[in-house]
């Protein structure tokens, strides 16, 4: 998820480029700009997000032994540019908007200022932290913009794309807004608030809804949020209310219930009756499956009586809207500005 070295996570060409620049002397200052050339559909703004992880590489950059050694076995690099690559370090400057801020399309999130080589062999790994963190955390601020004050939690690990991609989107999401994350190693890398209840196997492998609500209250009688809609949530919900008289009794309290299918503004309001007229008025009501900022704005405009929200794959994988346009442009070389005339790009 940190890797030490990622200096070799380019694409060939910037090495290629790198040799050609070297042997033409062609190695000044040079200033690139990162930005996003437009927007995807509905969106109006983005948020800066994997600035941290650019750093660190930037400040790590070198090319170690093995690096070199398989450079050299590729047959395509010359024996001066492998002993200049020995000694790259990056050496230039970086300016960029802090990450959680807003940027627009156009607008450059990052410049680099370095010599030509360093700054072109960095742009690979440059975008590809920045565009993925970016476009997540855009969609993270969006459904807690659309939460309308309820917390929103990232429930997305299980589907995103990729381990790393899973470390990234909660650290993203957490930028974003999102209160906690369900992903237990990005809350130990990067100290971020951890959240989970159970699953729907947990209920199922007990041969009672009530015994599997039960042995769960007894080991999180701090902390018990219940999973009501394995069968049939009002029914669950009814037995909820049992389990938290229960713990009333032993002076504890449910924390809460989640919902995670079928009409959740239905269900939720009849379920809020429910531990209502039981006096659970502190029970909370969570609200999970499949939702993104579409389902969260109409359920909050419908004023569905939930305290927070799971979301999980839409977000984790942005998925109306997954890529950015995103580009890495030379501006400034040799004292000269630079600009690129290619129709669209």
């Known amino acids: ?3 030490e070295n990622c200096t070799l996570l380019t694409d060939l060409y910037e090495l290629t480029m790198g040799q050609a620049y070297l042997q033409a002397g062609q190695n ?20 800066s997000a994997g600035l941290e992880d650019v750093l660190r590489y930037l400040e790590a950059l070198h090319f170690d032994a093995g690096d070199i ?27 960029a908007i802090p990450e959680g801020r807003l940027f627009f399309a156009d607008e450059p999130v990052l410049e680099v200022t370095a010599p030509m080589i360093e700054a072109q062999l960095v742009e690979t790994y440059l975008i590809n932290q920045v565009h993925l963190q970016s476009m997540i955390a855009t969609k993270a601020a969006r459904c807690v913009h659309a939460a309308q004050g309820r917390a929103v939690i990232d429930f997305a690990l299980r589907r995103t794309q990729g381990a790393d991609a899973g470390m990234k989107v909660a650290r ?5 807004g999102c209160v906690a994350t369900s992903n237990v190693l990005a809350g130990k890398e990067y100290g971020l608030p951890v959240s989970g209840t159970m699953a729907h196997s947990f209920v199922s492998s007990f041969p009672s809804e009530l015994e599997a609500f039960r042995a769960f209250a007894r080991s999180f009688p701090d902390r018990c949020v219940l999973l009501i809609d394995t069968y049939d949530t009002i029914r ?14 032993r002076g504890q309290r449910l924390q809460g219930v989640r919902i995670d299918s079928g009409d959740l503004l239905a269900l939720s309001r009849e379920v809020r009756r429910i531990l209502d007229e ?16 579409y389902d969260l704005a109409e359920l909050s405009a419908q004023g ?14 942005s998925a109306d809207a997954p890529w950015l346009d995103m580009a890495y442009k030379l501006v400034h070389y040799a004292g000269e500005p630079i600009m690129k005339l290619s129709p669209g790009k």
């Open 28 to 47: 000044e200052s040079a200033t690139f700009s990162l930005f996003v050339r437009r927007y995807p559909r509905d969106r109006g703004f983005f948020i």
């Open 236 to 249: 669950g919900a009814h037995l909820a209310v049992q389990v938290a008289k229960e713990m009333e009794a």
């Open 304 to 317: 569905a009586p939930f305290a927070s929200y799971g979301v999980g794959t839409r977000m984790g994988v």
């Open 69 to 95: 050694g398989y450079l050299h076995r590729t047959g395509i690099f010359s024996a001066d540019f492998l002993g200049y690559l020995q000694g790259v370090r990056f050496t230039g400057e970086v300016w």
């Open 278 to 293: 039981a006096g659970l008025g502190y029970v909370l009501i969570v609200g999970s499956g499949g939702l993104d900022e």
């Open 172 to 176: 993203s999401s957490y930028l974003a």
């Open 1 to 3: 998820m940190r890797p």
